[in-house]
């Protein structure tokens, strides 16, 4: 048996969420329900104009980590903070989900800070988030522990983290050690912006290494670059050994090995939408590597995004082993 069920490798972050209207994202220049890249300096200026905020660890690939940890598998996360305070509540809120890990910090000296995303969310449970992506951009192949991706049974990348100068082979340096030794790659396109700035990476990536694409509608549409639904899952179908994609309120899309599924969402009022494919991917993985069949981990899937939604934050505040119990799926 490996060592690690899932390993995870993306931004490491703060999420500094916070409530407010459309009219306050209209007057601070935010765009709605869309993740928008900021400097330092645009960063302090709207930690100044929200109002009270919580600040937990984040990161895409960090929530889906913490998901999969919150369920009792056995986790690792690699991304980059900086030796700060925000640092430090990043380091400690994923350890304390039972995560390993261990990227070194970058130094107290060195130019820029931890990254923090402002996660604004409005009275219809849209998030609108704004990323100072700070140190964690500059995620090197030598934070890459090639023995720790070797223990994997999955390590799964966050397709934000190709927005970085070295971030494309620190991913081919894990992809290499995990599939050396058996393990299996899973691979998030994050948002469709992304995907438009990284499509042709995307795309060799996907039919070269990727074992398992999780993705959003927006996200397949882009990739493809088409408008028809159904072609754009029969196209990722044919590139990847398993496609799965969120559908919001129409739950989820599920090919592999020439079989569909289509899983329902599981209804529920919408507070906060952050992490939701985050959670649905934690979820997925732990079941796919426990054993349970496609079908199956698609509906764990739609259960842990339907209880993180119901909430301010991305991380889930009650027992998703209860609830796949309380749905029959355990």
């Known amino acids: 048996m490996k060592k690690f069920q899932v390993v995870g490798i993306g931004n490491a ?77 990043f380091a400690h809120d994923l350890r304390a989900q039972g995560a390993v890990y ?5 130094p107290k000296d060195a130019d820029g800070e931890t990254g923090r995303c402002i996660v604004v969310v409005t009275p219809d449970g849209e998030r609108s988030m704004n990323t100072y992506l700070g140190v964690t951009e500059f995620l090197k192949p030598s934070d890459i522990d090639p023995a720790m991706m070797a223990d994997a049974e999955w390590i799964y990348l966050e397709g934000y983290r190709f927005d970085g100068p070295e971030s494309h082979a620190a991913f ?13 790659v899973a691979l998030t396109l994050s948002d469709p912006f992304c995907v438009d700035r990284h499509r042709d990476a995307f795309r060799l990536m996907i039919r070269e290494d990727v074992d398992l694409l999780f993705c959003n509608r927006a996200e397949l549409l882009s990739m493809y670059q088409t408008d028809d639904f159904k072609a754009a899952l029969d196209a990722g179908a044919k590139d990847v050994a398993i496609l799965v994609c969120t559908d919001s309120e129409h739950g989820a899309h599920v090919l592999a090995n020439g079989a569909y599924w289509h899983v329902p969402a599981v209804p529920t009022k919408v507070v ?27 509906r764990m899937g739609c259960v842990a995004a339907a209880e993180v939604i119901s909430h301010i934050g991305a991380r889930p505040e009650s027992s998703l082993k209860n609830l796949f119990k309380l749905h029959g799926l355990i």
């Open 102 to 106: 261990e990227t070194s910090f970058a």
């Open 172 to 184: 081919a340096k894990a992809i290499n050690a995990t599939h050396a030794h058996g393990g299996r």
């Open 13 to 89: 972050m703060v999420d500094v969420l916070t409530r407010a209207d459309d009219a306050f994202l209209a007057e601070a220049g935010i765009g709605k329900g869309i993740m928008q890249l900021i400097d330092m300096d645009r960063a302090v200026d709207l930690y100044g104009q929200i109002g009270p905020a919580r600040e937990v660890s984040g990161g895409s690939a960090a929530n889906t980590i913490a998901g999969v940890a919150h369920l009792g598998g056995r986790t690792a996360y690699v991304g980059k903070v900086k030796d700060d305070q925000l640092g430090a509540i």
């Open 272 to 298: 906060d939408a952050t992490g939701a494919g985050d959670l649905f991917a934690g979820a997925f993985l732990w079941g796919l590597s426990e054993g349970y069949d496609m079908p199956t981990c698609g």
